[in-house]
């Protein structure tokens, strides 16, 4: 891209034929995105702790950018505090819980107690997998115990089921916060990681916007601590030193500015395609051979995501996948593609029998998505299940 060249749509979202329905995974730079962060690269590019005017440039782009995810999220811009991305925002949450705790028992002159965190089996690996380490380092990690909590995503990105009060064990009060509890010394505050979740009620940060991160945390500093994993030149209010990458931030603004306007539309357009995709797997291939493996009875669903499994013997996820000449998806989050056939966790914790679920696939679409998309998708994925059919070795 030359000097004074603006970022064009189609550099931003080039498919070249293909049907992109993995928009969970992730999704092209919305072009006021691409032009935000355009910008900040041409016109913003000082250190945003720099006193001189290319510094206070930088420094008012992520003050903007800051007031904008607040707006979106319905919290105050002293609140949130940018990251690397959701991985990093998890896992100081869970460092903060934990050494919350130990400051607290230690406040009270006992030292010896062990920190209870609830969870779920269907959590993201980066909320998962540091429990699991501080669990081997002696952190206690189940459901139903004080005095600590840490409650599950409000929706799963696999399968797109939402979770929200009530569900594995978390009553009501314990997802609308536990300051009190946190104040009072006693316990944890709660959390909700909140990553794959396009549309209202749950905002996501994979909503073509650019690979950055923010963690929000109600009460920052004051009535909800956070402790830093890092330390070196104070920026972020030392909460995560380290010079901004102002052009992303800059972008994510934008995005969430995008979404503040525009989420009633966003959200009705996806569901509307997500029900004519559901309804076109249906028709093509026969209810007796489409199971949908995220229709809970009672449970609501993100509404953009698809998660089905195409019944039959040799039809894995990642062989279909494999002999699809237009569709792009997924059998699951990107983070597991490494893991070969094994089925998901995931969906294997939820019920799905192991048969069905090594066959999932995960559809999800996005703001461009339309229904002429998905009908080029789903005949791609009965061409590519005809094949395997007729030639079923691997």
Not at 232 to 237: F, T
Request: charged share 20%; aromatic share 4%; hydrophobic share 35%.
């Amino acid at each position: 891209m030359g000097a004074g060249t603006e970022p064009a749509e189609a550099q931003c979202d080039s498919l070249e034929g293909k049907v992109y329905l993995d928009h969970n995974a992730t999704t092209p730079l919305a072009p006021e995105v691409a032009q935000a962060v355009w910008d900040a690269m041409c016109q913003a590019w000082g250190n945003p702790s720099s006193s001189h005017p290319t510094g206070r440039k930088a420094k008012e782009l992520i003050g903007s950018a800051r007031e904008s995810l607040a707006r979106m999220l319905g919290g105050r811009p002293e609140d949130i505090v940018f990251t690397s991305g959701g991985t990093e925002a998890n896992n100081m949450v869970i460092h903060t819980a934990c050494r919350h705790f130990h400051e607290s028992q230690c406040g009270r002159g006992d030292s010896r107690g062990t920190p209870h965190i609830v969870t779920s089996s269907v959590e993201h690996d980066s909320i998962r997998l540091p429990l699991e380490q501080l669990g081997r380092e002696g952190l206690a990690a189940r459901r139903g115990a004080e005095p600590a909590r840490l409650c599950p995503q409000p929706a799963q990105s696999s399968g797109g089921a939402a979770q929200g009060p009530g569900a594995h064990g978390c009553s009501t009060d314990d997802w609308q916060g536990a300051r009190g509890r946190a104040g009072a010394g006693r316990g944890l505050p709660d959390h909700r990681g909140t990553q794959v979740s396009p549309g209202s009620p749950w905002l996501s940060p994979q909503f073509h916007g650019p690979r950055i991160g923010a963690l929000y945390a109600r009460g920052l500093g004051t009535t909800t601590p956070l402790h830093p994993m890092l330390f070196g030149g104070g920026q972020e209010r030392s909460f995560r030193p380290g010079t901004e990458n102002t052009p992303m931030i800059a972008g994510l603004g934008q995005a969430a500015e995008l979404v503040s306007k525009n989420w009633e539309a966003y959200e009705a357009h996806m569901r509307d395609v997500r029900d004519y995709l559901e309804a076109t797997l249906e028709a093509s291939f026969g209810k007796q051979r489409i199971c949908f493996n995220s229709h809970f009875k009672g449970s609501k669903r993100l509404c953009n995501t698809c998660n089905f499994s195409i019944l039959g013997p040799g039809l894995q996820g990642r062989r279909v996948l494999a002999h699809c000449k237009v569709l792009l998806a997924s059998v699951g989050a990107a983070c597991h593609s490494e893991k070969g056939d094994r089925p998901s966790p995931v969906l294997l914790s939820c019920g799905i029998p192991l048969e069905v679920a090594r066959n999932a696939l995960r559809l999800s679409v996005g703001r461009s998505t339309a229904r002429a998309d998905v009908d080029r998708a789903v005949q791609d994925l009965v061409q590519a299940v005809e094949q395997l059919e007729r030639d079923p070795a691997p």
